[in-house]
């Protein structure tokens, strides 16, 4: 290949300027005109209850509310991979916050006032707020009609349990592999609810137009995916899909909670309450927490078989989910952390069960490492535990164990081209792995801690990526694709892919967000599969234009198009040095011929790509069978930390993190991904502590009493390592890293919590409170 | 109750009826059409609603509209002089600090105030300068860096700035 002009090159994104203007409108700086209706909503105060009786009638007789509705009016169930979420509660209420009622009124202030009046009757149910409980035999059923919900083929409900989804791995003998070893333990960790906090909230816009077209302006990571599940869910009222527009702005923040359909159904169904107005719905930051996706809780029972060579020869996983009080996204995290539990290694004989526990707790849902930040926090924990007990260094262990390409996977397929073991080594070097470093300071102690990590794309086996790319009268592109720009600078990659094909500089590249109108399909901005799907759709599509203009040079000119190609914006020729054809003189209008007449027109390219090599089917009760995941990313991280042994809090001079990315396609941008991820990874490990009092109210829906890391909060220096072992099917051998760069944190940290103190924290979050009494307890 | 108030935004002089309890954000941008100005918390936990208010930043969602009376106000739009970015946007541009760039009107105001007083701040100075401006994506360091260097804003992005320590 010759050399790359703009593909792993560190170009400025081409979103940072209307960013750092303030011209970037995100959804709640749309302007609607004074006919902008406003709505609030009625929240469910209990846990769990039936919905006895709604009066409306106070509500609707305050001046200038428009219209009051409740589940009455939309009596419709919807989903992403279940269909078991409501529009509005019908019979019961599963979580406090859950939405009953509504207001829609010509101001806020009003529509606030008026969603107090709605009076709700309720009879109480008993509240089932953890997996235990649930799992109790005979318990009260969270979802009684769970068996007649519609849900993909890959997931196994349990029918008279609150069990919504069992994925079973089944692969070699397991109990074969604990008799061969020498050494057998297990133990439980447990990882509790966490929320995304992007800055923005999510809000919405429906307008629900005479004509009959609804269209919804949202703050989304899926408008295809928003579209699909309107028009599903919205269907008896006539609606299809042609007639369903998702516009998305600028999105302020995603990490998955902007991902499938939360809210969003609101601004949708409301606007055809209201035909010919639009309607806002904004939620607060309290919302935001509650009524949206959280993190889903874990309880991970992890039983490890070792030799004393420190070879791994068996692993039993039981995940117990706490998923809350829909699933329709987070049995899919659960299913995806259950077909990847054994981390990255190469293990013969595996027993995985992952389930999904209804509770009634907010639903969970994706969160940036969808499942695999939190078993990881317990594997990566055991497996410290099992080299320690080897008497092993934990990264010799890992390197020993570390899965290479080829290695069978979990269900049975071969695993991709993969730098782990470079990873391992570059991380482990960064923060001088083997160089013990005493503190001067007699307060303080140091450790230092290590994880590997991988995660592949969660994705249905048909997930796809089209891409329009259209050329304009002075040669600049737009680019077209339906992938959303939640701050990881995809448009500047989309770009610099288009670039490269074209050789059209960036400055001349605009990538367009998403209308699902005018762009093209994407299935979502999710499983950091972006680069990777939509860089290759994006690929094709500038290939298709380049063989365009090649074909359309060769037909004007009579010449072999084999003599051409494109360098500078310019057709040039092998042949003859001089030919100098640039792209702007012709690819809106064509080229001219002797006799006056024009050849060629418009030139539009289009591309897609869809993984056809990829199936979700496989047997039930093992796994065995499918090609499930697309690939993995994986890497290692390592960190220095100093704890104060008086106050339990620490500090973090050095952490590196490697990752084998296949190719940078924007190294920078890849570095950037690693420092942002590792600290909202380190977030949820020394910080972030979500809190529900007995009634299963979340006690903390703010940042006052939710800590996310301010600057001050930050390591002292992060070291981010890219490698590139490339994907053979990504966009010049990218893969995809976004939200790789946050799952080893946690258990990183606990590691060298335990390597400075020698105690093994079991339980996230770890904080300094935490430590703390650890220390005290340990005295 | 109904005030009026006179105040210049951006260099424009402002004269408008306010509520007396409504709240300078919501003024700035439900009826000024001043949007870069966000709301993340509505009490005064995340920064996004940073203005200046006479060269002082202000959480806006906490400031009753009444209090901008008299005041000059200065919001993201306001900083650009005939269209030219100021030294600290450019070099918030070559250092790519922001990602989804929703606490970037705020940050950039903050970081403002802090090179107004101390031209030359250290990177703790900077760290705690923009503490009150709650950010998800970035990790902070790109945005630190960007303003440890805002003099040097020419050098070229290639970069193997990340990770190494900014002077402190």
Known sequence: MSELKFVGHDEIRIDGKPKITGAAQFVDDLDFGPGLLYAEIVESPLAHAEIKSIDTGKAEQMPDVVKVVTGKDFPFRFGLYMHDRFVFAQDRVRFVGEQVAAVIARDPVTAKKAAKLVKVRYHELPAILNVEDALKPHPLLIHPDLKSYKHVPWFFPQVNTNIAHWRKVRKGDVEAGFKQADLVFEDTYTVPRYAHCAIETHGAVGHHDYSGRLTVWAASQSPFTQRNLFAEALAPLGLSHKDVRVIAPFVGGGFGGKAGVSMEILAAALATAVQGNPVKILWSRAQEFYNTYQRQGLTAKTKIGVKKDGTIVALEQTLHWDAGAYVEYGANVVNAAGLSATGPYRIPNVKIDSCCVYTNLPPGGPYRGFGYSEFLFGLESHINETAKKLGLDPVEFRRRNAIQEGDPLTYGSKMNPSGLIECIDKAAEAIEWSKKEPSENPKTVRGKGFACFWKAPAMPPNASSTAFIKFNEDGSLNVLVSAMEIGQGFQTVMAQIAAEVLTVPLSKIRVELPDTDRNPYEWQTVASHITWGTGNAVKRAAEDCREQILELVERALGKKREDFYLESETVRSRSEADFALPLRDFAINGIMMKDGTYRGGPIVGRGMFMPEFSSALSDAETSQGGKPNVHYTVGAAAVEIEIDKETGRLRIPRVALAVDVGKAINPGLVRNQVVGGLVQGIATALYEDMRFDAKGRLLNPNFTDYKIPTAMDVPERVIPILVEVAQPDGPYGARGVGEHTMIPAAPMIANAVENALGIRIKSMPITAEKIALAIKHKR | ?168
């Open chain 2, 1 to 168: 109750m109904k005030k009026k108030l006179s105040f210049v935004l951006n260099d424009r002089k402002i004269t408008l009826e306010v509520e007396a309890q409504d709240v300078l954000l919501e003024v700035l941008r439900d009826k000024l059409g001043v949007k870069s100005p966000k709301c993340g918390c509505d009490r005064g936990d995340c920064g996004s609603c940073t203005v200046m208010i006479s060269g002082k930043t202000v959480r806006s969602c906490m400031v009753l509209a009444v209090e901008a009376d008299g005041q000059r106000l200065t919001t993201l739009e306001g900083l650009m002089k005939e269209g030219q970015l100021t030294p600290l946007q450019q070099s918030f541009l070559e250092h790519n600090s922001f990602q989804c760039g929703f606490c970037a009107p705020g940050v950039i105001l903050a970081a403002t105030e802090l090179l107004e007083r101390n031209p030359k701040p250290s990177g703790d100075e900077i760290k705690e300068a923009i503490s009150g401006n709650l950010c998800r994506c970035t990790g902070y360091l790109p945005i630190v860096e960007a303003i440890a260097n805002v003099n040097n804003a020419l050098t070229p992005p290639g970069r193997e700035r990340l990770g190494k320590k900014v002077r402190s």
